[in-house]
T-cell receptor, first 111, second 113 residues
Framework: SQQGEEDPQALSIQEGENATMNCSYK?????LQWYRQNSGRGLVHLIL?????REKHSGRLRVTLDTSKKSSSLLITASRAADTASYFC???????????FGSGTRLQVQP | DGGITQSPKYLFRKEGQNVTLSCEQN?????MYWYRQDPGQGLRLIYY???????QKGDIAEGYSVSREKKESFPLTVTSAQKNPTAFYLC????????????FGPGTRLLVL
């Protein structure tokens, strides 16, 4: 089952601009994670935010979580061409023994 | 170097053939996972294992089988019962439970001849 749904499906921006991706989910969560995937490669963990947290930062990444709206956003500031990748949210749901991944946002950063 | 490896990078399957994808980790992680990714799509869970000698079906287990005889290894067999096996297969591991950060291998692309 695909619980997380990312929006937009694809995003194209210029280098230096900010990129915002959104994730919506349907049922309660313990935590929500964001992963990055370069084309044809495995996923790399970016950041984890717990259900009792509202915002988290890591370098140029800022993640917010609104459990009342069942949504999260990932902001990449001052984007670089090297940020070009697909970004996935994944939810840890009570009673489920594995993460549930969304369908991803494909980000293209033009140099 | 600690990490998770998958082999081969590309695998070709003939009609009616079973093929096995390898996944090995030296991170001393208890949990291991197999996912399938179709072009432009997210990841779908095939099987997972929380501990040696135990594994559970995920969301799309039909046509696949696994074993977990060693902590380091979690091979996936794509059987002839899987009628649409062409996909990118990703293996992952985590220290413990479902909410832990997962570490992914580089993936195996399976193609049907």
């Amino acid at each position: 089952s695909q619980q997380g749904e990312e929006d937009p499906q694809a995003l194209s921006i210029q280098e230096g601009e900010n990129a915002t991706m959104n994730c919506s989910y349907k049922t309660s969560i313990n935590n929500l994670q964001w992963y990055r995937q370069n084309s044809g490669r495995g996923l790399v963990h970016l950041i984890l935010i717990r259900s009792n947290e509202r915002e988290k930062h890591s370098g140029r990444l800022r993640v917010t979580l609104d459990t009342s709206k069942k949504s999260s956003s990932l902001l990449i500031t001052a984007s670089r061409a090297a940020d070009t990748a697909s970004y996935f949210c994944a939810t840890d749901n009570p009673g489920r023994r594995a993460l549930t991944f969304g369908s991803g946002t494909r980000l293209q950063v033009q140099p | 170097d600690g990490g998770i490896t998958q082999s081969p990078k590309y695998l070709f399957r003939k009609e009616g053939q079973n093929v096995t994808l390898s996944c090995e980790q030296n991170l001393n992680h208890d949990a291991m996972y197999w996912y399938r990714q179709d072009p432009g799509q997210g990841l779908r869970l095939i099987y997972y294992s929380q501990i040696v000698n135990d594994f559970q079906k995920g969301d799309i287990a039909e046509g696949y089988s696994v074993s977990r005889e060693k902590k380091e290894s979690f091979p996936l067999t794509v059987t002839s019962a899987q009628k649409n096996p062409t996909a990118f297969y990703l293996c992952a591991s985590s220290m413990g439970g479902a909410g832990e950060t997962q570490y992914f291998g580089p993936g195996t692309r399976l193609l049907v001849l």
